[in-house]
């Protein structure tokens, strides 16, 4: 994968998943399939601290922890981390993304290290799909790069 890729692929997972924020209404953030399942909410708050805690893997930078209370503190966190991802890794020197960091569950390459991120937040905006359907909520049309 080229730089102008990984770019493009996280341009179009900001906006696909700030479409996921906006989809629910903020009524019914704490809507939960089950029990055992997280909220609406806890989905997005996770994607977003997950994100930007794992980024530090590929860009260095450490965000702070903020609080997720609201669709408004949630949405702002993200765009904050998509953001600040996209201006990192546009001017990053490409072979930077080739270096290999040492994560938890081996040695990545950060290139590598965003493509899990990528993974992870479509794994999640899989289960935020039926959430919404439960609701009766058409989710968002699917966006690819």
């Not at 990984?6 to 696909?16: A, F, H, Q, T, V």
């Not at 996921?20 to 989905?43: H, W």
């Not at 039926?130 to 699917?142: A, D, E, M, Q």
């Amino acid at each position: 994968m080229k730089k102008v890729e990984l770019i493009k692929k996280w341009k179009g997972n900001k906006r696909y998943t700030l479409k996921f924020v906006e989809a629910m209404p903020e009524d019914d953030y704490d809507f939960k399939p089950s029990d055992e399942m997280k909220s609406y909410k806890s989905q997005l708050s996770h994607i977003t601290t997950w994100l930007r805690t794992h980024s530090r893997f590929v860009t260095g930078l450490e965000f702070p922890k903020v609080k997720m209370t609201s669709k408004e503190s949630i949405k702002e966190a993200l765009v904050v981390f998509f953001d600040t991802f996209l201006e990192k890794i546009e001017t990053m020197d490409e072979n930077k993304l080739q270096e290999i960091e040492d994560v938890w569950y081996g040695k990545s390459t950060r290139y590598q290290i965003a493509n899990i991120m990528d993974n992870h937040l479509s794994h999640h905006r899989g289960q935020m799909v039926v959430y919404l359907r439960l609701k009766n909520i058409k989710p968002p049309s699917y966006l690819g790069w």
